[in-house]
C-alpha cells in the first residue's frame, strides 16, 4: 500500500526524520485520519467482527487522550488507481470496490456511527491522504494519522504511523521536511522519486531499486532527465507509462474548502441504539465502555477545576502583594552616590 519500499529507504538513509513517540505526546492535537485504513485494519484484524466496534474503541481512546480526531472518507478514486484497488480486494477475499463515489453501506455505519460520537467526519473529493495532506498544509489539522506511505508525496508534513489503542504501541512519527532536507531534494523532486519507486496511480520502472531512484533524481531531478540517463536494457520504460498523471494527482491540492470542525459530546444512548439495536453488538460491552468513557472525563474536568482553583489562589496572592507596595505614601530613595541624587532631581 502506497510507495514500495519507502520506508526501508528512509530508515536506511534518513532516519533523522523518523521519532519515536506515545499516543500521549498528541495531547492536544487535532490529527486527521484516513478512515478507509483504520476500518481495514479491523477487518483484517477481527474478520469476523464489525469493524463499527473497532472504531468505537479506538475514538474514545484518541478522545480519554484529548486527541480531537477528524474522520476523513475516500470520495471517488483516480481512474488510474483501479487496477490496484481491484487486485488488493482479491488479495484480501474482499468485493470488488465500486469505485463511483457512492458511499457504501459500510461507508454509511461509520458515519453514523462517529456523528453519535460526536466528532466532525469530512467527504473527500478522492482519495483520503490527499485531502488529509491538504488539512495539514491549510494549519487546519496538525498531523495525519495513516498507515499509506503516500501521504508524504501528497505534501502531509508530518505523518503518524501505529496511532492505536494498544498501551504497549509505539507511535512513529515520519517528518516531510526534514526528509526532504536529508535527501537534498524539493518536494517537487520527492513525488517523481515516489513514482519511480512504485506508487498506486501508475506502473514503475523494472528493476530499479529505491538507493539507485534516489540517486538518479538527485543527479538530474525529473523523471524525463532520468529516462534519458538509465540503460533501457535492464530498465526498460513501460509501454504508455502514466508517471505524469500520477505527477499529477500527487501534487494539485484537492479542490475543496476546509470545513469548520466541531466535537461534541458523545450520545451514549445514540450509540447504543446503532451499536447494539441495529448492529446487534453486546450492550453490555457497550455500556461498560461508555462509563470507563464517562469515568476517565469526570476525573480530567475534576483536574482542570483544582488547577483553575490554584491558578486563582496564585493570583489573588500576587495581586495582594503589589496592591501593599503600591500603598506605599513614599519611594524608598537611595543616597548613596550623587548620580542616584541626580536621576531623582529629573525624575520631578
Given at each position: 500500500?502506497?510507495?514500495?519500499?519507502?520506508?526501508?529507504?528512509?530508515?536506511?538513509?534518513?532516519?533523522?526524520?523518523?521519532?519515536?513517540?506515545?499516543?500521549?505526546?498528541?495531547?492536544?492535537?487535532?490529527?486527521?485520519?484516513?478512515?478507509?485504513?483504520?476500518?481495514?485494519?479491523?477487518?483484517?484484524?477481527?474478520?469476523?467482527?464489525?469493524?463499527?466496534?473497532?472504531?468505537?474503541?479506538?475514538?474514545?481512546?484518541?478522545?480519554?487522550?484529548?486527541?480531537?480526531?477528524?474522520?476523513?472518507?475516500?470520495?471517488?478514486?483516480?481512474?488510474?488507481?483501479?487496477?490496484?484497488?481491484?487486485?488488493?480486494?482479491?488479495?484480501?477475499?474482499?468485493?470488488?470496490?465500486?469505485?463511483?463515489?457512492?458511499?457504501?453501506?459500510?461507508?454509511?455505519?461509520?458515519?453514523?456511527?462517529?456523528?453519535?460520537?460526536?466528532?466532525?467526519?469530512?467527504?473527500?473529493?478522492?482519495?483520503?491522504?490527499?485531502?488529509?495532506?491538504?488539512l495539514v498544509k491549510k494549519k487546519a489539522v496538525d498531523a495525519v494519522a495513516s498507515e499509506d506511505m503516500d501521504t508524504l508525496p501528497?505534501?502531509?508534513?508530518?505523518?503518524?504511523?501505529?496511532?492505536?489503542?494498544?498501551?504497549?504501541?509505539?507511535?512513529?512519527?515520519?517528518?516531510?521536511?526534514?526528509?526532504?532536507?536529508?535527501?537534498?531534494?524539493?518536494?517537487?523532486?520527492?513525488?517523481?522519486?515516489?513514482?519511480?519507486?512504485?506508487?498506486?496511480?501508475?506502473?514503475?520502472?523494472?528493476?530499479?531499486?529505491?538507493?539507485?531512484?534516489?540517486?538518479?533524481?538527485?543527479?538530474?531531478?525529473?523523471?524525463?532527465?532520468?529516462?534519458?540517463?538509465?540503460?533501457?536494457?535492464?530498465?526498460?520504460?513501460?509501454?504508455?507509462?502514466?508517471?505524469?498523471?500520477?505527477?499529477?494527482?500527487?501534487?494539485?491540492?484537492?479542490?475543496?474548502?476546509?470545513?469548520?470542525?466541531v466535537w461534541k459530546e458523545p450520545d451514549e444512548e445514540a450509540v447504543v441504539r446503532f451499536l447494539c439495536h441495529v448492529k446487534h453488538?453486546?450492550?453490555?460491552?457497550?455500556?461498560?465502555?461508555?462509563?470507563?468513557?464517562?469515568?476517565?472525563?469526570?476525573?480530567?474536568?475534576?483536574?482542570?477545576?483544582?488547577?483553575?482553583?490554584?491558578?486563582?489562589?496564585?493570583?489573588?496572592?500576587?495581586?495582594?502583594?503589589?496592591?501593599?507596595?503600591?500603598?506605599?505614601?513614599?519611594?524608598?530613595?537611595?543616597?548613596?552616590?550623587?548620580?542616584?541624587?541626580?536621576?531623582?532631581?529629573?525624575?520631578?
Open positions: 500500500m502506497g510507495i514500495t519500499k519507502l520506508t526501508d529507504l528512509i530508515r536506511s538513509v534518513a532516519r533523522d526524520a523518523i521519532s519515536h513517540k506515545d499516543i500521549s505526546d498528541y495531547t492536544g492535537k487535532i490529527i486527521a485520519l484516513d478512515t478507509s485504513v483504520v476500518v481495514n485494519q479491523f477487518r483484517a484484524a477481527t474478520p469476523t467482527l464489525s469493524p463499527l466496534t473497532g472504531l468505537f474503541f479506538r475514538t474514545l481512546t484518541f478522545l480519554e487522550h484529548d486527541i480531537k480526531p477528524v474522520f476523513v472518507f475516500d470520495g471517488k478514486p483516480p481512474v488510474e488507481k483501479t487496477p490496484v484497488l481491484e487486485k488488493r480486494a482479491e488479495a484480501a477475499g474482499w468485493n470488488p470496490p465500486r469505485c463511483t463515489g457512492t458511499a457504501s453501506s459500510q461507508t454509511k455505519d461509520c458515519l453514523e456511527l462517529l456523528k453519535h460520537l460526536g466528532v466532525p467526519v469530512i467527504q473527500a473529493p478522492g482519495d483520503a491522504e490527499a485531502l488529509c495532506a491538504h501528497f505534501g502531509a508534513n508530518i505523518l503518524i504511523r501505529q496511532l492505536n489503542a494498544k498501551r504497549d504501541s509505539e507511535v512513529v512519527e515520519y517528518s516531510l521536511p526534514k526528509l526532504l532536507e536529508k535527501l537534498q531534494i524539493s518536494h517537487e523532486e520527492f513525488v517523481d522519486f515516489c513514482i519511480l519507486l512504485g506508487c498506486d496511480y501508475c506502473d514503475k520502472i523494472p528493476g530499479l531499486g529505491p538507493k539507485k531512484a534516489l540517486t538518479l533524481i538527485q543527479k538530474h531531478r525529473t523523471i524525463e532527465n532520468v529516462v534519458l540517463h538509465i540503460n533501457k536494457q535492464t530498465h526498460p520504460v513501460p509501454h504508455s507509462w502514466k508517471y505524469k498523471e500520477a505527477r499529477k494527482i500527487f501534487l494539485d491540492a484537492p479542490q475543496s474548502p476546509v470545513p469548520k470542525l453488538t453486546k450492550e453490555e460491552r457497550i455500556r461498560h465502555r461508555m462509563a470507563k468513557f464517562r469515568e476517565k472525563q469526570e476525573i480530567k474536568r475534576e483536574e482542570k477545576e483544582k488547577e483553575k482553583a490554584a491558578g486563582h489562589n496564585r493570583q489573588t496572592h500576587m495581586e495582594e502583594f503589589f496592591r501593599v507596595t503600591r500603598k506605599r505614601a513614599h519611594p524608598v530613595e537611595s543616597t548613596s552616590s550623587s548620580g542616584d541624587n541626580n536621576k531623582k532631581h529629573k525624575s520631578k
